[in-house]
Every structure is written in C-alpha cells, then in structure tokens.
C-alpha cells in the first residue's frame, strides 16, 4: 500500500473487528458452561484502546467497553499488575504496555507460512523495490503478517496486525477467488461493504464476475480501491487442498508505475513465488 486513504477503514478499528466478525458464533459460545466471562471482559479493556486512543482515564475506558466502573477499576487493576496496562501516576491515565507485544511475537515466531514466505518475499522486494506483503484471511478481512517496506510508501499507518477488507485489496481477492465460490460469496454477505473512494468496487455481482476473472489469470489487481494512487498485485497461497491459507502482493505508488509492463512483469513474479511457497504447506 502506498498512499493516504481518503478515508480511514472502518474495519481497521479495534473494538468494532471482533463485533463484525463471528457475532452468531460468539453469542452461542457464552451459552457454555466452558466459556469464561472475565477474559471476554479483559479483552473488552485492551480493546478499548487504538490509534485514537493512546491513553484513556478509567472512565473513558468505561465506555468504550461498555463495562461499568467498578469492573472496569478491577480488570484495569489486574491488567495493571500483569503488566498488560501501564498507568501513569500523574496524570491516571492508562496505556497500553509494550509487553502486549509478546503476544504477536509469538504468533509470528511460531507461524510457519511466515517462515516459509520471508526468503521470497525478500527477493520481491529486492527484485521490484516495492512493498512487499504477506496476509492471511481471518473472517471477512485480511491480516498482515509480514511487511516489507518500499522507499516509496506513503501509509506508515500499515504494519503487520493491520487489518484490511478483503473484498476490495488485492491480497483479499486473490483469497476469496481461491476459495469454493460459496464459501467467498458467504463473505461478502457478511462484509460491509464500503466505497473508500469512488473507485472501490462495492457491487456485489461486480465482486463475483471480478473473482471469475482473477481465478482465470491466477492473481489480483486493484488501483485506487483502498488507497489512491496505490495499485496493488496479489496471489493467494494454497495448501496441498487447493484452499487459500494466505496471499502475497506487491503494492505500487502510481509515479513508479509502467502500466502493462509493470502489471505484467510484477504478476510473473508474484505467480512463480505463490507457486514456491504453496508447494511447502
């Protein structure tokens, strides 16, 4: 990605993700007596917390969690303690802890498409000097895993956890084409589907003719979509299923653009290396 959004994704806030995502499934877990309240509640607390809201007074957090004050003095206390939460003894504003980073250095270490994807991802990205991304699909968004940098990038807003619609990125696309047409078409039902600029394909049978034709040419391309002036070339990785477990693409910034070559150059690229790293999972 390469460029300011004309408007900030919806899907990227950290309260409203889990909401959207698996609502029905959520509702009928906490009808189990295995289902624990309080780590929903605790997780409510940190969710609370975003790019707009760096540092918040207990009552702030209050409503933001939808939680009631003493509980909310409880689990922040607690969170406090655990070092998850830092509190600041002047002002008694709370933030989150860097020590809230462990949990995805885990999950990166220990993931192997991330292991298995660098070294390609790397040549990428030394081969076309543009961002290079590694994405997984996680209800109806797409979450990154990895990100290369390019010199040319204008977002610094999009790092590895940043969460993205699927239905109009690249990366998004090329997971839903790799995937049984009712499973996608499922997905965009449960997708908001949102126009972040008047480029951003929104029609759903625009969507499903669009992943016909990305499953005919083996990637994705969008322009302008999520970011303006960023295109953007993606290809899924698939397990030994033929499912998607994950995609890679290239974005662009539009002045180091070379249209068809580029495209076409860029594609090959991106097929050869899907290609390698689906042979391993």
């Known amino acids: 990605m390469s460029a300011v ?11 409203a993700a889990p909401a ?12 189990s007596t295995l289902y624990v309240n309080s780590v929903e509640k605790a997780l409510q607390v940190m969710a609370a917390f975003g790019p707009q809201r760096k540092q918040l007074t207990l009552t702030q957090i209050a409503a933001h969690s939808g939680m009631d004050m003493s509980t909310v003095q409880r689990f922040t206390y607690t969170l406090v ?3 998850l939460l830092r509190k600041d003894a002047n002002t008694k504003l709370y933030e989150l802890s860097p020590r809230m980073l462990d949990f995805g250095h885990q999950y990166i270490s220990a993931n192997d498409l991330v292991s298995q994807a660098m070294p390609f991802l790397q040549h990428l990205a030394m081969e076309t000097e543009a961002a290079v991304n590694l994405s997984i699909l996680d209800g109806t968004q797409i979450v990154y895993l990895q990100r290369i940098v390019s010199r040319y990038v204008l977002s610094p807003e999009l790092i590895v ?4 619609p699927a ?15 009712e499973e996608a078409e499922d997905i965009l039902d449960r997708s908001e589907l949102v126009k972040y600029t008047r480029h951003t394909v929104t029609e759903r049978g625009q969507i499903l003719a669009r992943l016909d034709t990305i499953r005919e040419l083996g990637y994705a391309h969008v322009e302008d979509e999520m970011y303006l002036g960023d295109i953007a070339i993606g290809v899924a990785i698939t397990n030994s299923d033929k499912r998607a477990v994950g995609a890679i693409n290239i974005g662009v910034a539009r002045p180091q653009w070379k249209g068809e070559a580029d495209k076409e150059r860029i594609s090959s690229l991106l097929i050869a290396a899907g290609r390698a790293i689906s042979s391993r999972q």
């Open 5 to 15: 959004p004309r408007k900030s994704p919806r899907t990227v806030s950290r309260k």
């Open 167 to 181: 239905y109009c990125t690249s990366s998004g696309l090329a997971m839903l084409a790799a995937l049984p047409p």
């Open 20 to 31: 959207a995502e698996g609502g029905a499934v959520l509702a009928d877990a906490r009808e």
């Open 81 to 83: 303690a655990l070092n």
């Open 161 to 164: 956890g940043t969460r993205l």
